[in-house]
């Protein structure tokens, strides 16, 4: 079943990335910004990308959360075994600054676990996917997926993580989220790690570091939605990492009254 619905969900995340880069490459653009309850930006690539990723997925049989959708009451959500959780544009401050490090959302959960993943970074024209059983992959120069089957997607694809020998331990951070509470977990890292580099980026990019071999370890040490870490969740534990709640050895969850996640660091589940 995965199979179909992964294709469904690259589809939908490269199509979506489409709209996104032709807003974000246009000089002429008005992003269309607004403000939206929590303060946070909202522009007009953000409700075009939501509605081309709605429309995609609008004959699969499960239901959207999506960070810019209607939110339905949890009495209502909690009956959903199955759902898709989507960021339709993942780090709009940075699609604003034009940095480029912004992502496309789209997870499948399952009983609160993510089950399948798809991050879409447009700029770039990178696509990570990933789904419980069958690992995860990166596909670099993609901007559409046609009638190719899920097989030669996978062949063309680098499996997750890449080998990659280095003496230094490597923490990614976020860009525009580095708490106190972050800084102290590097310096203490510094007290158990001869050489500690610190990679700074945005979005859902920092998961996909660590799901890639490229980072040891990410520490979110403030608030994030379901929404934003879903994808990457399932890209990471399909890779061998986990998205462990800080402090302790239980994942984050999903489908969750609260659709707020507590604290949390990316690792391998070998890394200490």
């Not at 339709?88 to 993510?114: H, M, Y």
């Not at 969850?253 to 070998?270: A, G, M």
Request: net charge negative.
């Amino acid at each position: 079943m995965e199979r179909r619905y992964m294709l469904k969900a690259m589809d939908a995340a490269l199509r979506a990335g489409e709209k996104i880069l032709a807003i974000y490459e246009d000089p002429a653009s008005d992003f269309q910004i607004e403000k939206k309850a929590d303060n946070s930006p909202l522009t007009i690539a953000d409700r075009m990308a939501h509605e081309t990723i709605s429309r995609c997925l609008g004959d699969t049989p499960f239901l959207l959360l999506s960070e810019e959708g209607k939110h339905l009451p949890y009495q209502e959500r909690r009956e959903w075994e199955t759902l898709w959780i989507v960021d339709p544009l993942d780090g709009t401050k940075e699609f604003i600054k034009r940095n480029g490090e912004f992502t496309v959302n789209i997870a499948l959960v399952r009983n609160s676990v993510p089950v399948m993943g798809v991050i879409y970074l447009p700029v770039k024209r990178e696509l990570y996917f990933g789904a419980e059983g069958w690992g995860a992959y990166k596909l670099s120069d993609i901007t559409a997926c046609g009638e190719t089957s899920l097989d030669r997607l996978i062949a063309a694809a680098t499996r997750l993580p890449e080998m990659e020998t280095r003496n230094k331990f490597v923490i990614v951070a976020s860009r525009s989220h580095l708490t106190p509470e972050t800084e102290a977990y590097i310096e203490e890292m510094k007290h158990h790690h001869t050489d500690v580099e610190l990679i700074s980026s945005g979005s859902s990019i920092k998961i996909c570091l660590v799901a890639e071999g490229k980072a040891d370890v990410y520490p979110r040490f403030a608030p994030t939605m379901e929404w934003d870490t879903a994808a990457g969740h399932a890209i990471a534990r399909a890779a061998g990492m986990e998205v462990y709640q800080a402090g302790g050895t239980e994942p984050l969850q999903y489908n969750k009254e609260n659709l707020l996640n507590p604290w949390f660091i990316v690792k391998s589940k070998y890394t200490k």
